[in-house]
């Protein structure tokens, strides 16, 4: 029998009647002959309400023991939107069983807020599965070798429904969400986004990596490594639909380029407005200083984006970065107090109203001019690019926030990604 892995995000569980719509669906995929896992998220807010709550009530400084909390807390979520899907299956007279992460269980690293998977066990799964239930597995979460509950970083879910389905073999994961499938940019941001039919997994692994959250880019790294089918499609779609065209639907990540793909120098363009940047100023410029100021910051396991150094003057360099929004504070403090003074820099100051946009594609391997092209359209915008990053199959630049809109919209059209005029 087929064993199928479907997702839900936040928005598609969130309310009882949405709940009871994507119960309709598994139940209507599970009475097909498929053995159905289902790995929902929290209802939409939940999760930003949980941690609203633990920031109100947080220390000063915040340690791992806060961290542990955090997440023993925002795994509730998806705790209770898993029961609630469970409860509505067998009312709708489907078998149906849920556990969180831990009674599985998937195991992880220890990294609070940003756990990464390491197994997941099968064997309790897989007897319900035989005794002919849908299993229900909550998103987001799993536990450490000590017993503690992580969570996976926001938009985790994603990335625990492609773990199961790789460890489950399964025959695919229906990534359910509120578009219908991976558009060319994000279409609330641009809205002659066009859907794209299939993408390639590594088209899909810049976007994400480069912001666009439909995917959480470990998710793409699970399919990728375990090649297994991942496809992205609405829950909102009328559940009772006619199950091939939905099986159809939407946009499926492939692992094969075909020449098709091979045609759009620029696929898509992604954009984050979750990171900031940080600046060192007059920083020595000798040997070994570019490590001197980011190896801390490794040492904290603070993620470092798009780096520059400018050309020295009077043997003084300025040295600036990114990271995500999130350890924005904590780069700043720890900067100040270990690296400035031991560098003998001059000072450190940041900058929070950035974002980077991204354009990603194969083509752009086998193209040249098309970083030229995004400079030129920028510029004439009259857009200020504060940093560049380029790897074969992606452009990133650094911009001012307020131009995020602006930047993505000029660029979509520029690369002839604006869907045909009705
Ligand atoms: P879920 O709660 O289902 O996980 P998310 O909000 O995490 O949903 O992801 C879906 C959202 O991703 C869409 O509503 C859309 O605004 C956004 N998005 C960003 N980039 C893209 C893209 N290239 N294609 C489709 N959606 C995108
Ligand atoms: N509920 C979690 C979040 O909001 C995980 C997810 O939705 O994928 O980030
Ligand atoms: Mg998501």
């Given at each position: 029998?087929?064993?199928i ?15 009871r ?12 002959g498929?053995?159905m896992v ?18 109100e009530l ?6 791992q023991?806060f ?14 939107s ?7 299956l ?8 849920s ?6 269980p ?13 197994s997941?066990d099968d064997?309790?799964?897989?007897a319900?599965?035989?005794a002919?239930?849908v ?5 987001f ?10 969570t996976?970083?926001r ?9 199961v389905?790789a ?12 578009v ?5 940019t ?6 002659a986004?066009r859907?794209l ?17 439909v995917?959480q880019i470990r998710?793409v ?5 375990y ?10 779609t ?12 939407g946009t499926?990540?492939t692992?094969?380029e075909d ?5 759009a ?11 900031a940047?940080i600046?060192?100023l007059?920083?020595?410029?000798t ?14 396991n603070?993620e ?10 009077d ?19 720890l ?20 974002c980077k946009?991204s ?21 004439e ?12 199959i992606k452009?990133?630049v650094?911009i ?14 520029v690369f002839?990604l ?5």
């Amino acid at each position: 029998m087929p064993l199928i892995v479907h997702k839900y995000g936040g928005t598609s569980m969130g309310s009882p009647e949405r709940i009871r719509n994507v119960a309709k669906r598994v139940a209507k995929w599970a009475r097909s002959g498929r053995q159905m896992v289902v790995v929902p998220s929290a209802m939409s807010g939940e999760t930003n309400r949980l941690l609203a709550l633990a920031k109100e009530l947080a220390p000063a400084r915040p340690s791992q023991d806060f961290h542990r909390e955090q997440d023993m807390l925002a795994a509730t979520g998806e705790q209770a939107s898993s029961a609630l899907l469970a409860i509505a299956l067998q009312a709708e007279g489907v078998p149906a069983v849920s556990y969180a992460g831990w009674q599985v269980p998937i195991r992880t690293d220890s990294s609070y807020t940003k756990a990464r998977i390491e197994s997941i066990d099968d064997q309790r799964v897989r007897a319900d599965l035989d005794a002919g239930k849908v299993v229900i597995i909550t998103g987001f979460q799993g536990m450490d070798d000590g017993g503690n509950i992580t969570t996976l970083g926001r938009g985790g879910s994603d990335t625990s429904a492609v773990a199961v389905a790789a460890a489950l073999k399964a025959d695919e994961c229906l990534i359910y969400t509120d578009v219908d499938g991976v558009y060319t940019t994000d279409p609330r941001v641009a809205p002659a986004a066009r859907r794209l039919a299939t993408v390639s997994f590594e088209e899909m692994l810049e976007m994400a990596s480069l912001g666009s959250k439909v995917l959480q880019i470990r998710s793409v790294e699970f399919a990728g490594k375990y090649r297994v089918p991942v496809r992205v499609l609405s829950s909102f779609t009328p559940p009772d639909i006619d199950i091939n065209e939905e099986a159809a639907s939407g946009t499926l990540i492939t692992f094969e380029e075909d020449e098709k793909m091979e045609q759009a120098v620029v696929s898509g363009i992604a954009f984050s407005r979750d990171e900031a940047k940080i600046s060192v100023l007059g920083v020595p410029d000798t040997p070994g200083v570019a490590y001197r100021i980011l190896g801390p910051v490794a040492d904290a396991n603070i993620e470092v984006d798009v780096i520059i150094q400018n050309l020295s003057k009077d043997g003084k360099t300025d040295f600036s970065f990114t990271v995500s929004r999130n350890d924005y504070a904590r780069t700043l403090d720890l900067l100040k107090e270990k690296v400035v003074p031991a560098l003998g820099a001059q000072e450190v100051v940041g900058d929070t109203k950035i974002c980077k946009v991204s354009i990603v594609g194969i083509g752009m391997r086998s193209h040249v001019g098309v970083a030229s092209t995004m400079f030129r359209t920028l510029s004439e915008e009259g857009i200020n690019i504060q940093m560049i990053s380029t790897s074969e199959i992606k452009t990133s630049v650094v911009i001012d926030e307020k131009y995020l809109e602006l930047a993505v919209r000029s660029l979509h059209t520029v690369f002839g990604l604006d869907k045909p005029a009705e």
